[in-house]
């Protein structure tokens, strides 16, 4: 399990340099993300990608649960209503509800990938200033070391917190 920690940085020299302290401290490359405002240059550094900056994964889940629940209710309306044999009912559900669950996903996710993420909009007026964003994953015993070495080596940044528990798919 990880723990997300969010660090402000003012400029992208110093996102560089926090970037290069937190490899040599052993954070593979793929657990630094990077947010800055639209336009800025992040070059060399690892930018934070669709399921980081939207809500698609949030909204996928709720698409597959509404899916399904719609699916489902539509599966048990056709099977009270239509003709067909007591065996099959189940089955109509059943598949009513995946495909209801598997469309609701796809549309809720289409939907979700527009939408910027709920839990960084806290961050859209220093963004809007120019500051750069970092999101670093780590090892849940190791948040409290990395975020002393952040406060050591980069006073220029500051703390914007933790998130308990990241998705497990970004």
């Given amino acids: ?3 997300r ?4 940085l003012p400029d ?4 560089r340099q ?10 593979e490359h793929r657990h630094i993300h990077f947010m800055a405002r639209e336009g800025v240059d992040l070059t060399g ?3 934070a990608n669709l399921l980081q900056a939207t809500d ?3 909204s996928a889940q709720m698409g597959l649960m509404l899916g399904a629940a719609l699916g489902a209710a539509a599966g048990a309306v056709v099977a009270v209503v239509s003709p067909i044999d007591a065996l099959s009912k189940p089955a109509v559900v059943g598949a009513l509800a995946a495909f209801g669950s598997l469309f609701g996903t796809w549309s809720a996710s289409m939907i979700g990938a527009s939408t910027p993420s709920r839990r960084l909009q806290r961050f859209d007026a220093a963004l809007q200033r120019g500051e750069i964003l970092m999101l670093v994953d780590v090892p849940r015993g ?5 975020e002393t070495l952040l406060g050591g080596r980069h006073p220029e940044g500051h ?12």
């Fill in 142 to 146: 190791r948040a409290g070391e990395i």
């Fill in 12 to 15: 992208l020299r110093s996102a």
């Fill in 45 to 47: 550094l690892h930018e």
């Fill in 18 to 27: 926090t970037m290069d302290d937190l490899l040599l401290a052993r954070i």
């Fill in 5 to 8: 920690i969010y660090w402000l």
């Fill in 159 to 170: 703390s914007e917190g933790r998130e308990p528990n990241i998705p497990a798919f970004p």
């Fill in 1 to 3: 399990m990880r723990r």
């Fill in 56 to 58: 698609l994964v949030r």
